[in-house]
């Protein structure tokens, strides 16, 4: 039969300290990273979109390939339907559809629904910028 001695219990107890320290330290540090799929990129484009009947304008605050932040003074709740015309280099825009997922004070956070090959050109042309 097993009996403990003073050094076995010292050392289970010092290698279950530092198995919880080990998770506390993983679990710190996942909760900062960012979660987005793709890069955001900082970029002020003007908008124009519209919601429930409703004209609004507004301008880019940052962009990936799967969503965008739009300042803007209206208070669009989650889950609002966007129609979205973003303003891009070159006098060229394009047409996207959108889903609000977040509400931040002076403007919302939107999923992308629907992109287009103007939108992923000007995305792509942001990544080989960096």
């Known amino acids: 039969m097993f009996e403990p001695t003073l050094t ?3 050392s289970l107890a010092v290698v279950s300290v530092l198995v919880c320290v080990t998770f506390v330290l993983i679990v710190l540090r996942s909760r900062g990273k960012d979660r987005r799929i793709s890069n955001r ?25 799967n969503g965008l932040s739009i300042k803007t003074e209206h208070q669009l709740g989650p889950a609002t339907m966007l129609d979205i015309v973003i303003g891009l280099p070159g006098n060229k825009t394009s047409k996207l559809k959108g889903q ?12 992308i629904i629907e992109n287009n090959s103007d939108y992923m050109r000007y995305y792509k042309h942001l990544q080989k910028m960096g």
């Open 100 to 111: 609000v997922v977040r509400t931040i004070q002076g403007g919302v956070g939107v999923k």
């Open 8 to 10: 076995n219990v010292i």
């Open 41 to 65: 990129f900082e970029v002020n484009c003007e908008v124009e979109f519209t919601a429930n009947g409703i004209h609004y304008r507004g301008m880019t605050q940052d962009l990936s390939l």
